[in-house]
C-alpha cells in the first residue's frame, strides 16, 4: 500500500490502518456494523501527550513546568496535528460520509491521533515514538522555540481544555486624544464575567493581546523569551 510506504511502516494487522481511517459518519450511515476511529482517537492523544511530554522533559532541561506545558500544548494542538494529517494527505483515504469532511481540521487532527494508536497497538512504544517525533522534531527546530505572538488564540486552547465558559474581551477604558489614544482591556471568563487579566495599548487589537499575554503569564504558561532557554 503506498500510505504505508509514506509511513515507512507496513501493518501486522491491517484492520487497526482500516478502522482509524474510518470516520464515524461512514460508520453509522453502514448497515452492517462498522468501527469508528473514536476509540482509537481517545488512545492516540493519550500516546502523543506522553511520547511529546517525555522528549520535552529530556531534551529541554532548562524548562519549568510551565514552558514545558506550553510547548507542549502547541506541538499537540489541533492545529498542529491537523497539519501533520495533511502531511501524509490523510484526507484523500479517510471513510467519510460526505467527502468535504474529510478537510475539515478537527477531523484530520482526530484521524491522526487514531492512527497513532493504530501503530502503537500494532508495533509497540518504540516504534509509534519514532513516527511521532518526525513530525515533532522539525516543529521545535523552527518558530516554536520563538517566543508565541498570538497569544489570544493560545490563551483560547487552553481554555477550551479545561471549560465550556468563553472568554470575552471588553473595553475598559480609553484616553487620550483621537491620534493618541490609549486603550485598556480586560479579559473576562464566562457568564460570571470574572475578570482574569488586562492589557494596555495604543489600539484596542493589541491591548486584547497584552490582556491574554497577562493571563497566561498568571497561569505559569509564559514567559518573555524562550530563546535563550536550551
Given at each position: 500500500m503506498s500510505f504505508e510506504k509514506k509511513l515507512n511502516y507496513k501493518f501486522n494487522n491491517q484492520e487497526y490502518l482500516e478502522t482509524a481511517l474510518t470516520h464515524s459518519s461512514y460508520a453509522h450511515c453502514k448497515a452492517?456494523?462498522?468501527?469508528?476511529?473514536e476509540r482509537l482517537e481517545f488512545?492516540?492523544?493519550a500516546i502523543l501527550s506522553m511520547v511529546v511530554a517525555d522528549y520535552l522533559f529530556v531534551n529541554y532541561p532548562k524548562f519549568d513546568e510551565g514552558e514545558l506545558s506550553r510547548l507542549?500544548?502547541?506541538?499537540?494542538?489541533e492545529k498542529s496535528l491537523c497539519g501533520f494529517a495533511e502531511q501524509l494527505e490523510l484526507f484523500k483515504l479517510l471513510k467519510v460520509r460526505k467527502r468535504d469532511l474529510a478537510k475539515t481540521p478537527s477531523v484530520l487532527a482526530d484521524a491522526f491521533e487514531a492512527l497513532v494508536a493504530a501503530i502503537y497497538l500494532d508495533a509497540g512504544l518504540k516504534k509509534v515514538r519514532s513516527f511521532i517525533l518526525e513530525f515533532v522534531k522539525p516543529m521545535l527546530s523552527k518558530e516554536y522555540q520563538m517566543e508565541f505572538k498570538d497569544y489570544k488564540t493560545?490563551?483560547?486552547e487552553i481554555v477550551q481544555q479545561n471549560t465550556k465558559e468563553k472568554l470575552s474581551y471588553v473595553l475598559m477604558?480609553?484616553?487620550?486624544?483621537?491620534?493618541?489614544k490609549v486603550f485598556?482591556?480586560?479579559v473576562y471568563l464566562g457568564s460570571e464575567r470574572e475578570i482574569l487579566g488586562t492589557g494596555t495599548a495604543s489600539s484596542k487589537k493589541e491591548a486584547e493581546q497584552q490582556a491574554a499575554k497577562e493571563v497566561l503569564k498568571l497561569l505559569g504558561i509564559f514567559r518573555e523569551s524562550i530563546r535563550d532557554v536550551k
Open positions: 452492517k456494523k462498522v468501527a469508528d476511529n488512545l492516540g492523544d507542549r500544548s502547541i506541538l499537540v494542538c493560545f490563551l483560547q477604558n480609553e484616553v487620550g486624544p483621537a491620534h493618541e485598556t482591556v480586560g
